[in-house]
């Protein structure tokens, strides 16, 4: 390990973004006004943090240059030359063909909502008890309501509805 500090989360990105874009240790040390010899040893002393970075780093560069190259076949889409727009159109389109494959698919079932603490505690109860405990404690915290409706509890507001 290095005797001096390690670098910063947005140092490495930075030195990641310069790597990723074809820089050189020594080119990077400049930018980073860091030594070339300490910047070469971030990837072995660092590795995790370093992969994910450099891996971040070259999504973003291959995102920019594939916006750069949608530009410039959309521009030869415009060509004199019929031959040159029917390349363009078939590059575009393979690029848009490519990007749906990667796109998720949809599933038919939408995903379950994060169970609880207290949605946990109420099933650990409820499966702590048999069917006749449960029936049980429902019958002593909610007995039957006397005569023809619930309406016609005190409780439910005295007969008004």
């Not at 603490?117 to 029936?135: K, N, P, W």
């Amino acid at each position: 390990m290095s005797a001096g500090k390690p670098p910063s989360d947005s140092v490495l990105a930075r030195a990641a973004e310069l790597r990723a874009g074809g820089a050189s240790w020594e080119a990077v040390a400049a930018r980073l006004n860091r030594s070339a010899e300490s910047v070469s040893k971030w990837p072995a002393q660092h590795p995790d943090r370093w992969q994910a970075a450099l891996r971040a780093a070259e999504r973003r560069l291959a995102t920019e240059a594939t916006a750069e190259a949608v530009l410039i076949l959309r521009q030869l889409l415009r060509s004199e030359d019929e031959k040159v727009r029917r390349d363009a159109a078939e590059a575009l389109i393979d690029l848009r063909l490519e990007l749906a494959r990667q796109e998720p698919k949809p599933t038919s079932d939408p995903p379950a909502p994060p169970v609880t603490s207290e949605a946990r505690q109420v099933l650990a109860f409820l499966e702590g008890h048999t069917d006749e405990e449960l029936a049980r404690l429902a019958a002593e915290l909610y007995p039957p309501v006397p005569g023809p409706g619930v309406a016609d509890h005190p409780e439910a507001g005295g007969g008004q509805v």
